[in-house]
């Protein structure tokens, strides 16, 4: 009987020669494109542990920076005492910068000199990591990824916490510092009658302050917040706030039971590092405190609308400042600048500000 169907073919060895060639030549690029994946990666996760830690170090050192060149010189020594290892931190970032300027747009510079309104600060770092892969294909051994990033002490006009409950009265509202001398005291909180004289704090002690805080039919004033024990103490103690204060907007003078206050400005200060500072000069020169001490205040025009015009640092005094007694006034030291979170002022104009990444 004759077959039904032919014998298949055999492959000419011509052509099993061809399969293998190419089976070979697509393994090949298989493994060429697995190995660029990898350096690739090994790019990208470099890149972004220089991306994280210019980031950080920058935040670290726009925090530091107060107009002086101290500042300038901590805010270096912040930004590069920031882990700066890369690699499952066994690397170090090479060409590591910090510069400074008055702008996002520079110019940047290293050491100002003078230092007032640097308020900015710039980190770059890079990185090289080894390729294993690109070399074979002739490609470079190493390759470069860089990183930069930008911090800036940014103008904050409004608090909906952390600002301090009490508003001093402005003096002179056309001027940066608010008709205020750097280093003298002024009252956050009135005492009942006051004169021209000890119970009066330094900066108000004339007859124009005195008069003005006697206006609008009440004679204990500069606390702003809700008036019960638990709220003064979160007030003073938390940074705690019932409700929005910002530039414009008014506030109302509530009073509040003074050894109350006074209790808790005392706690407030006991919760510095620091509390056997007299000055802020000495604060600063003394360098172990935590910012506890430095509160963001509200500063109003007082009767009878008392509207924010702007906000201003103090510095709470000594435990021994705050006396018992319904005569005294509560002081404290005006410093300038207010930056939420440092232990230093500002290095901008009068105002309050923050630290974020702005690049």
């Known amino acids: 009987m004759a077959e039904s169907s032919k014998r298949p073919k055999r492959p000419q060895p011509g052509r099993r020669g061809y399969v293998l060639l190419t089976t070979a030549g697509g393994l090949l690029a298989m493994v060429g494109a697995l190995g660029l994946a990898v350096d690739a990666s090994a790019l990208y996760i470099?890149?972004?542990?220089?991306?994280?830690?210019?980031?950080?170090?920058?935040l670290a050192a726009a925090l530091e920076l107060d107009?002086?060149?101290?500042?300038i010189n901590l805010a270096r020594s912040r930004a590069l005492a920031v882990p700066n290892r890369w690699g499952l931190a066994t690397n170090a970032f090479s060409g590591t910068q910090v510069e400074f300027a008055t702008?996002?747009?520079?110019?940047?510079?290293?050491?100002p000199n003078p230092a007032t309104g640097y308020r900015f600060a710039r980190v770059q770092a890079s990185a090289a990591p080894s390729l294993r892969f690109i070399p074979v294909v002739g490609g470079p051994t190493s390759s470069t990824v860089r990183a930069s990033a930008i911090a800036a002490q940014v103008e904050k006009t409004s608090f909906r916490q952390g600002s301090f409950p009490f508003s001093p009265m402005v003096h002179d509202a056309a001027d940066p510092n608010f008709g205020y001398t750097v280093g003298e005291r002024y009252?956050?909180?009135?005492?009942?009658?006051?004169?021209?004289g000890p119970n009066v704090c330094p900066g108000d002690r004339h007859p124009t302050w005195v008069n003005k805080a006697e206006e609008g039919s009440a004679s204990e004033r500069g606390y702003i917040e809700e008036t019960s024990a638990s709220l003064i103490r979160a007030a003073i103690e938390q940074d705690y706030q019932t409700y929005?204060?910002?530039?414009?907007?008014s506030v109302i003078m509530t009073g509040g039971n003074k050894q109350t206050i006074r209790d808790s400005l005392i706690?407030?200060?006991?919760?510095?590092?620091?509390n056997i500072s007299a000055t802020f000069a000495e604060y600063v020169s003394r360098g172990i405190g935590n910012g506890r001490r430095l509160v963001a205040v509200p500063i109003n025009t007082w009767?009878?609308?008392?509207?924010?015009?702007?906000?201003?640092?103090?510095?709470l005094l000594l435990p021994s400042e705050y006396p018992a007694g319904g005569t005294k006034s509560f002081c404290a030291e005006y410093i300038g600048p207010y930056v939420q979170g440092s232990r230093r002022?500002?290095?901008?104009?009068?105002?309050a500000y923050v630290v974020r990444l702005v690049e």
């Open 46 to 58: 470099a890149r972004n542990e220089a991306q994280a830690y210019a980031d950080a170090a920058a």
């Open 67 to 71: 107009g002086t060149t101290a500042g």
């Open 103 to 111: 702008s996002a747009g520079g110019p940047w510079v290293s050491s």
């Open 187 to 196: 009252t956050l909180r009135w005492g009942s009658n006051p004169k021209v």
């Open 244 to 249: 929005l204060r910002a530039v414009g907007e």
């Open 267 to 274: 706690n407030r200060t006991n919760q510095d590092t620091d």
């Open 303 to 315: 009767y009878p609308d008392y509207r924010v015009v702007g906000f201003g640092a103090f510095f």
């Open 345 to 351: 002022k500002g290095a901008g104009a009068p105002g």
